[in-house]
């Protein structure tokens, strides 16, 4: 049974922490790896290097909207979408993810996560589409 005093909460934590983890990604790929060489990881695993721009992009725009809950079941999902594409990026390499270039275990459970969340929807103090703070 779902305590439905509780589980808007949890779904804030859920919300806030994801979305500063994915601002983050974002800001490790432009900032530690540069962007020329986010570039280049992409272009490794056979992806258009430009694509690197739109992953810090929807990071950081998408961890921004977690944070302040709006349109979060959509940028939830589009999130979850983009982890398993990194997962597949990592497959070849196995289950664990502190496997010789990482493997997939991680990209796949903050997948699961982003889509539960999607599921969920806002949680407490989303200020929603409309922009209206609500608890």
């Known amino acids: 049974m779902i ?3 509780t589980a808007p909460y ?3 934590l859920l919300r806030v922490s994801s979305g500063a983890l994915f601002i983050a990604q974002a800001l490790v790929k432009a900032l530690v790896f540069t962007m020329p060489g986010a570039m280049k ?3 490794s695993v056979g992806f258009p290097g430009w694509l690197a721009y ?12 977690l944070i302040l809950g709006v349109y979060v079941r959509p940028i939830a999902a589009l999130l979850g979408i983009e982890l398993l594409v990194i997962a597949s990026v990592h497959w070849q390499n196995g289950w664990m993810f ?3 270039g990482g493997g997939w275990e991680y990209p796949v459970l903050w997948a699961a996560a982003m889509f539960a969340l999607a599921l969920f929807g806002d949680g407490a103090y989303a200020m929603g589409p409309s922009g209206r703070k609500r608890a």
Request: aromatic content about 8%; cysteine-free.
């Open 54 to 65: 739109v992953a810090v992009a929807v990071e950081l725009v998408g961890g921004a909207a």
């Open 98 to 100: 502190v496997a010789k």
């Open 3 to 5: 305590d439905a005093r």
């Open 41 to 43: 990881f992409f272009v």
């Open 10 to 12: 949890g779904v804030l």
